[in-house]
């Protein structure tokens, strides 16, 4: 990769978070927030798979003395496996990105689908012994676990238990959201027309999240059933329409205390919270502490 024709000449050496989950399995995190690409290495053996999620900015992933190179974008994930040749990691992470990476054995991972393998395609018989390699979207649920995992603010001593937690979660997340063998058995999804309803109401409840329509109403507004709003847009984002609200609505709140230009009652008008004790209730639901207390970790 030629950094002289991206613009950016400076280069740092970078440190990965590294927090062990139990043997076989670890989380790396990393925030860029310098103006220069920093450089993360890592070994990682052939008998580990990858799960790598790059939260904000972007990233490229380089292979065999450079020669090879895989980019990874904001909100995107890639997932790297090679039982013949160690992967270990090189990575270019540009100014202004964060990386969330999961390393699993195959050994532990095979045993999370132990009864299942055939649904993970990487694991059937007949795909074993071959490299695998896929690269996706980060959905709205992931995402709010990612930010978890790289804003950790409680007190370390939870540290340990919190992540395995997020880390399990987030494993079955990535394989719910691309559950191929999942289309068959349910024909709505392979409706192009649908799903693209599906991700208008998705729109509609960001852009009106401070007062948000019924669900009839959103039903109405992108001309499908109640009943198939809500099956579809859980099969499709993973969660409940006010649930993914929710999320969603408590990430931005995250962000705007985290600029310091809003106080919490601020912030609670924003993201549709006319009191600010509802504000403060809701955001210690979603994140354990208050606004005030995370601010002040964050600070």
Request: net charge negative; aromatic share 12%.
């Amino acid at each position: 990769m030629n950094l002289e024709n991206t613009g950016l000449k400076s280069i740092a050496k970078g440190t990965f978070e590294e927090t062990r989950i139990e043997d076989g399995f670890f989380v790396l995190t990393h925030k860029n927030e310098n103006d220069t690409v920093e450089i993360l290495e890592r070994e990682i053996d052939s008998s580990y798979i990858q799960f790598h999620f790059c939260t904000k900015g972007t990233a490229a992933f380089m292979f065999n003395q450079g020669n090879y190179t895989l980019n990874i974008d904001e909100e995107t994930s890639l997932l790297l496996y090679n039982p013949q040749r160690d992967l270990p990691i090189h990575l270019e992470l540009k100014p202004h990105s964060w990386l969330v990476s999961l390393v699993i054995s195959i050994k532990k991972f095979h045993g999370l689908f132990s009864e299942d393998a055939n649904y993970v395609t990487f694991l059937t018989d007949d795909n074993k012994g071959k490299k695998y390699y896929k690269d996706g979207k980060i959905s709205p649920s992931m995402a709010v676990v990612l930010n978890q995992l790289i804003s950790f603010n409680l007190n370390n001593s939870i540290k340990s238990l919190y992540f395995k937690g997020k880390a399990y979660e987030l494993i079955s997340l990535f394989f719910n959201r691309s559950e191929d063998a999942d289309i068959e058995q349910c024909p709505f999804l392979v409706d192009e027309v649908n799903v693209a309803k599906l991700k208008k109401a998705k729109d509609i409840m960001i852009a009106n999240m401070a007062e948000p329509p019924t669900l009839q109403e959103l039903a109405d507004d992108i001309d499908l059933s109640l009943k198939k709003l809500k099956e579809g847009f859980k099969q499709i984002y993973g969660d409940s329409v006010f649930s993914f609200l929710f999320d969603y609505k408590m990430e931005v709140a995250r962000k705007l205390l985290e600029s310091g230009d809003y106080n919490v009652n601020e912030v609670g008008l924003k993201v549709g919270y006319s009191t600010g004790s509802h504000f403060i209730a809701a955001f210690k639901k979603k994140f354990g502490t208050t606004p005030k207390k995370y601010i002040q970790a964050s600070t």
